[in-house]
């Protein structure tokens, strides 16, 4: 059985800028390969994870990290431009993800799960949610006209897997290398590594591939949920 | 077995203008029969949904539009006049659905399902909440006074009976026309029909209460969850 | 608002002799005020709860006991007749209730929660379930005809309110009395308040129904799930 | 976004002659147009449900009604043979199963949801979920030899979609017509379509495909869950 | 089995000046005893809840009476300021509480569970969320510096037990009397008990600690579950 | 936070061979090294899980296998005694697991998930969870007098973690030796860890309590559930 992504056009909406790599970059790869169009999108500016030995100007740095990963993928990349742990529902910060919704015109998003473990990755779960619907509705203007139609919405799995009932599993197993390529992109948060707040982030991550493809037969694995909600849940 | 609606007070807080007709208007007409007093409060003016051929003063004619299927019911009328896309479980949306609710004095509210498909029935659905509560602390100041007890309350179906676990089903067997007909006054939603972020209204409230009747036994149903909640649970 | 029992034919499907008392005794007595006709069938025969100062005949005490229980209600009694702990799903069982659901004729079964904390609760769930369906169906020979149509189906509580999420309440506020008189029918099982595997037993019932009722609003209340499921959920 | 079904063997496993029209013909119809090769295996003979006006060899005529609709399909017919409302999930009836599974060889299998409306559809989930996983090993000796590997396990929704959230959507547009005639060919079913246990089947089938198409933006889809057990969830 | 609380460091994160009493009192007392350090932090005032003859500074009482219950416990009091029923999940109120974190420096916090009955409630849970997270996350400029790791984060029952499914339940057989004495140290709130919008407190409190206690074996008890969350679960 | 087992009687019912090992093992060193009896309940033989290169009398290699990984532990082993693939909740297997409960008086007995992957492991949840509480009632006759209470039930994780929501994580860093060299005294099963149904044994562990323990920030962890039913859920 084999989900096909050709001729998609997938937007992963993600609160930082290294957690494309954690949670769907391996599906973002394979989607690529097939044929499909990506875009990711990063609502911080991963402006408040200094390492111990602080990085001058961080948000600039991660920037630049965040354009290397997408480009290893040959993603579209798109910048909230928000403050780390100050991400809200808003006004502003909707239609700032309209506007990037209107510019990529999905097919699909990625958003993460509603009730994962930082409360940037819950608002930007509600931003992408409101954006999926409101980026067809002519009602909100942004620069960009509107679209032709809601994407369709996928819940990403959790960091660590906490409390995520995965909906189904997709393959990973050939596109491991270009998903630890993306995160050996992101030096000045890797450098994090043994500091407070921080496991190291390879480890974690092949930990949660490997446990979801054990999961589900394969070597590795993406975890995700349909988005139940009109609109956004689309036969395949 | 049945359910009496005599002597309650019924407020339907709703999203949008057609909101009500959509989820629950077959239960409202049948508490009306019953003798009950009913309620219906539109939060959102309904300023966004422009059908194809715009409409010039859209939110005025979606207020006439209300008020018709209102008095088709025999239910009063109350509007919170905020923008459409834009509603907030925030300090003045909240004193101002208290205060409906210390007009109206409701025994009963049925307020949208906390995972429904639009942020603004999300945040109707936080509103109607914290009102139900809130309308009876006299700590809350608004014009008219606290009420001696909060209503219950009841989460409606969703749109498209996504992810809604019925705790029950109100027959509307007999009020199916007047859902109908309140539907038919929203002829400037209607005219939206066929264009791209609406299915034909009609064939969708057809759909979900025959589907609601037939998974309960009757014709047509309405279905409805309490709210397990500190004195919004009544037992019957 | 109040649900309306008139009539119905409601029967409560329980494991042991006092079950029907901890669970749904009030409810039953409300509907039988209300007009409704009540059956009880108790499937074991209390066969094995020895009090400390072991009575002889225990099943015949027991029955004299449920007998005068079910006086007390003006219901009529069925007995299963199997042995305590040992109630299994399977055919003969299921023949014995389908014919039990035939002679009573229920518009209403209220059985078991299907997660309650003794297997003989769980087996008896499953027979009723099973019943409320196969009572109609005339491919199941009895010595009663098939009924004309499966009746609706409700979960009751759990011993303790473990895992028991409540659909619904019914206030048994006036009813208190005559449970608590059911109860005192049941003194061989009361005689073994203070042994080894049982609380108190009124306290337990007290504590539920008080607990229950301040859960909605009520002085006591008992709570229930609509099975959801073809045919035997019903709209009100 | 499309599943690929090509190079499948899919098994519907179901409990009663009509089971597999009404939740997953669709489904089985386009995976054989994707080039996968079918199975639909009926546990129990239909021997139980009479129509009003008696056929005399019922069970011979539902095998005969079967057969046509397998037919249509392009299936192979493989029969439990077991009585209505009889099934169990016992040593037997596994054997069986699990030398139906080793026959026709499934890559994926298809079964009743755990909390489906009726006791052999219960059990033919319990059957099925066991088979999926003993198919496979060499311990359990029936007449064929084992298989490399336990077949992926999807539940399929419930009769009237009561209690069932969707993992995933099926889009079955193109494949209405097959699913309707396959229906057509149950004659001795559909007489029965207005006596005492079954709303007319046509009308409850286009009901659910239409309101489980509607949900995901298709004009006809069918409802499906990843059984997420060790060997049976796959990533796609 | 016991859970052992010493060298840990408790916070108690509340919406208003009662709240501890009424969920987590008894799991305070006990743990001070084994040698924890206690802290509670109450967000709100207690500033709207004035009792039928009406306190002239509201909060000043409340406050002088939560120093007083602090002082039975041995617990430091932080106090959040805010006004009741205006808690939100905002900037200034998270710095505040990450502050308040990193003054007490726990290894424990306990929040209210994110659905219970009062808008304040939800607040304080999503703020205790999201400071359990960022008082160690050096971004966050506070006047304190930010701690080594978050401390674990435990869910509180609700208020009447509704929705609430316990992870684990805490013995508090012991520490009923000062978990009493505290909630006789809030007079102005106590006062209220006749008026409108609630229960008599003491009444209301009993019968939650007994219900749990009966429902894990003991006398009295209080109910938990972890918040599965990175760095927030941990293991015993 | 610790929780200490010590004069507990901790008792684990597992399927099959291996499945302490894997699910508990370290759980039950540490309780030991508390100073806590343990008791290892194999209920199936292991009889069919033949090794490529069949081993001749495979019953009484793992009863051998099985003695060697119980004395590592210092743990008292009780076998069920029946065969792989055809474990049944029915009569004689509750009563012989009643007496196994009666002999090694229990005050906390570890059981299978109810929805683990695998009839015997579901079978076997079922039996303890029966026998947990029959054990303490003397109307149950085996050979062994009834205990004076039931013992506490907790349900063990799953098999690679699926669909279980762990209620709290057991720390066993310091006990994954003695874990891995019981694993290791499994020889005949290790043996299949390249055939058709299984993963290497030792790799699946790992995976899992690596998995468990990065979700509770220790290195290693087991994860368990408190069965919510009368007299089995014990506040600590």
Redesign the interface.
Known sequence: ?????DH?RVLAVVAHPDDAELLCAGTLARAKTNGAEIGICVLCQG????PDKPVKNLAATRRAEMQAAAKLLGAELFLGGFS???L????PE?LRLIEIFRQFRP??ALAHSP?????DHRAAS?LA??AS??C?????KTKSP?????P?LWWMD??????F????????SEFVAVKEKMLACHQSQLARGQD??F?PLLD?MR??Y?????????SA?EAF??R?????????
């Open positions: 059985m084999k989900l096909q992504f998609e402006d408040k994870g200094q780390d742990g100050e809200a529902d808003g006004r909707r097919t699909l009730e994962d473990y930082h409360s509600a949610e409101s619907w409101s067809a509705s002519r009602g909100h509107p679209l032709a139609a809601p369709a959790t960091i660590h897997m906490h409390a009932a995965p909906g189904f599993f997709v393959d990973i407070r707040d496991s974690l930990l949660q490997q446990a979801r493809g054990t999961q589900s037969g394969v694995a949920r349909v139940l909600a009109f609109k956004r849940a689309r036969a395949w």
